[in-house]
């Protein structure tokens, strides 16, 4: 039952882990092995004391109850009652993201209900509460507009034998669960009632989100200040009809042509209609898409190319910041659904973020006894 895992050297530095006591995450570190492939194992302390501290006299079985609330209480692990049997136990939340699991074996055990909201949210939290279809982000709370609410997309789909097992679902928007249908990822188109949503989304929340900046520390828990500001975000976006105007409101870039009474009063020349009337990415774009490390939503990444060079961006520096983030997924070994898409990548200007650095550079860090809302942001969540 037990099986070889991988204990990344980010674990060491990450500050949730760290600020465990040392028998949690010893006990955390056992969970790997004891967890199947999917991250699920059995959750009762008379268990995890069998089989993780066998060995430990002075651990009653209520003590190991205690490191394991720690675990829980981090995030780290889901507890859940699963199948008929009602069977006490939980799921390494992001399992899949540290462990490269070569021909999965399936899992016999039942994983957590999608029925429950709190399960649904827990995967959304995993995934940053981005959509993985279209890339858009998704408001924690619930909005209006149903299309735009938190939904669970399983990937191999329920009719094809897809199971509701971690590495089967996946946090996406309504509105894109059901415009998928059953199509596979690279034919999915966001459907139109999305419309708007996705450049909202993320232009305002550029700089909360913490899938911004590539890498590990992507990862990170979500800024809990969010809640807010997404909701009056929505509420504007839903407001406006037009969500390009909205984009361009919060940019203050006067990206899409200047409009008149925008703040624009240095008299910054619109550039001529003429200059804006093609669509045709060209091949610069042809170029970019090949060397793209995620292929999927081709379309809407050309939209996105066409948007940010009529904007201004000079297609020169797109393609060598999109060499160091390619260089950067290949080094990291990022898996597919991780890479942001093209259309995200675009939309977001993340080639104007600093270039990546590889190997992360390792300087000593004390763990920090209490952590601030910030650095709880940047920790990595194993
Ligand atoms: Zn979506």
């Not at 600020?19 to 302390?45: I, K, Q, S, Y």
């Amino acid at each position: 039952m037990a099986r070889i895992r991988t204990v990344k050297p980010e674990f060491w530095e990450d500050e949730v882990v760290g600020l465990m006591p040392r028998d949690a995450r010893l006990l955390f570190v056992a969970t790997f092995n004891m967890a199947d492939d999917e991250g699920l194992l059995r959750w009762t302390p008379a268990y995890i004391k069998a089989s993780a501290f066998m060995y430990d006299d002075d651990l009653s079985v209520p003590d190991v109850a205690k490191l394991m609330q720690y675990v829980t209480d981090a995030g780290l692990l889901y507890p859940y009652i699963g199948g008929v049997a009602r069977q006490q136990m939980a799921v390494i939340v992001n399992f899949r993201k540290h462990q490269k699991i070569n021909r999965p074996q399936k899992s016999k055990l039942p994983p957590p209900s999608l029925q429950n909201g709190e399960v649904r949210r827990m995967y959304a939290r995993r995934d940053n509460w981005t959509c993985q279809l279209c890339g858009g982000g998704i408001p924690e709370q619930p909005v209006q507009n149903d299309s735009h609410n938190l939904s669970i997309d399983h990937i191999n789909h329920q009719s094809a034998g897809g199971t509701d097992h971690p590495s089967n679902v996946r946090a996406a928007h309504q509105g894109c669960n059901k415009g998928r249908k059953d199509r596979e990822d690279d034919e999915f188109v966001p459907p139109r009632s999305l419309g708007g949503l996705n450049d909202s989304l993320s232009n305002s929340l550029n700089g909360s989100v913490s899938a911004h900046a590539p890498g590990m520390r992507d990862d990170s828990e979500v800024n809990p200040s969010r809640n807010a500001s997404t909701q009056s975000d929505i509420r504007s976006l839903n407001d406006s009809v037009n969500g390009s105007l909205t984009s361009s409101l919060a940019e203050g870039k006067g990206r899409e042509g200047n409009r008149e009474g925008n703040g624009t009063g240095k008299g910054t020349p619109s550039p001529p209609p003429a200059a804006s009337t093609s669509d045709d990415p060209g091949p610069a774009f042809d170029e970019f898409w090949s060397r793209y490390p995620r292929k999927a939503g081709k379309s809407e990444a050309a939209k996105s190319w066409v948007k940010a060079t009529k904007a201004g961006a000079d297609p020169d520096l797109l393609l060598a910041a999109l060499k160091a983030h390619a260089d950067y997924h290949q080094a990291a070994k990022t898996e597919q659904q991780y890479i942001p898409h093209a259309s995200t990548w675009l939309n977001q200007k993340r080639y104007e973020d600093e270039p990546p650095s590889l190997p992360r550079s390792a300087g000593p860090q004390t763990a920090p006894r209490h952590m601030t809302e910030e650095e709880k942001k940047r920790a990595l969540q194993f």
